[in-house]
């Protein structure tokens, strides 16, 4: 009789998650379309498409895209981690260059840290070209941790990443000058809406969201991440990456 019950709880508690993870999916759309419509046509009227715009307007209409932007970033980051958490994240793998990643992240962030004036340096060790693992989490990941390097550096710091062969792992690493974070901190960071609640960092934007969905990526590529870091010095973020990985749903 009660493992009746117990098989009718289980059964419940899967149409649940079920239509939970359903839910989600159709929300994602939902909310990412009128979204894009709205940051789409903020920025068309900030770039004057629709005619002139007078000092006032064009910074209302920034703040439009701004924010926007902002929350769908929060969206895409919430909705990828119940994703995840409902086992529904894919896993596809594919062999890619590393080195083209590290160009395409480059290349997207170039304005972020050419406007703090960060000089940023990417080097790859002997033995590492490509990699056999999910390549949208990897960038997620890379994209993720040098984002944070730039935001929590100083004008004029240095953020380094690269990346060494070790065993059959890949170890990337993405290391800066900035703030820091203290011992006690470290502990909270990769939970979710963690943002360190200190004076200094409350002035960065963010949502608190990104390196617990950072984390999560890289144990679904199978591998680990660590943090080294000293308030006022600098951190370093490592992660250990297998190099050839499969595929899984
Ligand atoms: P956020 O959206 O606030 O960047 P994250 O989850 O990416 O959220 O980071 C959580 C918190 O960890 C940040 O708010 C910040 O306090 C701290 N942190 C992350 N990366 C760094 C870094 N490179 N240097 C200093 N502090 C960092």
């Given amino acids: 009789k009660s493992e009746e019950k117990m098989l009718q709880a289980k059964i419940l508690a899967e149409n649940s998650n079920r239509s939970k993870s359903e839910f989600l999916s159709n929300m994602s759309h939902e909310l990412r379309t009128p979204l894009n419509a709205v940051i789409g046509f903020a920025d068309i009227l900030n770039e004057e498409g629709f005619g002139p715009l007078n000092k006032k307007q064009k910074r209302f209409v920034g703040n439009i895209s701004t924010s926007g932007k902002h929350l769908l970033k929060l969206i895409n980051e919430i909705l990828d981690l119940s994703k995840i958490e409902a086992g529904k994240m894919e896993f596809k793998c594919t062999e890619f260059s590393v080195k083209e990643k590290f160009d395409e992240i480059k290349d997207i962030l170039f304005p972020v840290f050419s406007k703090k004036k960060i000089r940023i340096e990417f080097e790859i060790g002997d033995g590492i070209t490509t990699i056999y693992s999910d390549e949208g989490k990897f960038v997620q990941v890379l994209y993720n941790l040098v984002s944070n390097a730039i935001k929590f550096t100083e004008e004029g710091g240095f953020v380094k990443v690269s990346a060494r062969k070790n065993g059959d792992m890949l170890q990337l690493s993405v290391k800066d000058t900035g703030i820091g974070i ?15 609640d200190s004076f200094s960092t409350r002035q960065y934007e963010g949502t608190g969201l990104g390196l617990a969905l950072v984390d999560q990526m890289v144990q679904l590529m199978g591998g680990e991440i660590c943090v080294f870091s000293q308030p006022g010095i600098g951190s370093e973020f490592i992660c250990m990456i297998p190099l050839k990985n499969y595929d899984r749903k």
């Fill in 182 to 196: 203290t011992e006690e901190d470290l502990m909270k960071i990769f939970h979710p809406f963690v943002q360190v």
